[in-house]
């Protein structure tokens, strides 16, 4: 049974860089979408990006020139980096793992996350 | 970039009862493409049903999705006690970004 574990400093300082790692236990990180999704406090949730095991990446647009997901194959992990934080980038961080088929055109969801880690930005 | 308009924001409603979920999309989307999570105070989300109509593995058979074109639901056919909790719709798209509906809220009447 694949699972996912969020690790990284709970606390960042505004304008420092926000990093998380996701390591996957229990499968392999080849195949499937690797994402971040976060949820400000009382808010919904919002898509940052993904990265595809073989290294293909897409972000948000509204967060695409402070972010970058790379992935280590190797730990079996993937990793998150949001630079020049602020206070409105505070909020629970998810790592997911979703699938699409581009042979079917068919997305089968996010169906593997991670508990979630809070992070707050604040000095 | 294709916005999601979940309605109602809230849902009050009580258990036994029938909940009707609507997402609609800004745009026509293609059915494939939609997904919808329910989300527990404290817990992740956690993948309800994919593709507008599969349920996820494990998933119990009161919850269906239908819907096509712009226009999508999520149908509890009689609420359990777990069931109230927040639900958001999600599409894919080839180019970003993944899209979240801004959630309903099933709270107990």
Known sequence: QVQLQESGPRLVKPSETLSLTCTVSGGSISSYYWTWIRQPPGKGLEWIGYIYYSGSINYNPSLKSRVT???????????LKLTSVTAADTAVYYCARAWYSSNWNYYYGMDVWGQGTTVTVSS | EIV??????????SPGE???LSCRASQSVSSNHLAWYQQKPGQAPRLLIYGASTRATGIPDRFSGSGSGADFTLTIS??????????????????????FGQGTRVEIK
């Not at chain 1, 997901?69 to 990793?79: L, Y």
């Not at chain 2, 069931?83 to 993944?98: E, G, I």
């Open chain 2, 78 to 99: 009689r609420l359990e006690p777990e069931d109230f909790a927040v639900y958001y719709c999600q599409h894919y798209d080839s180019s970003p970004p993944w899209m």
């Open chain 2, 18 to 20: 029938r909940a009707t």
């Open chain 2, 4 to 13: 999601l308009t979940q309605s109602p924001g809230t849902l009050s409603l």
């Open chain 1, 69 to 79: 997901i790379s992935v280590d194959t190797s730990k079996n992990q993937f990793s």
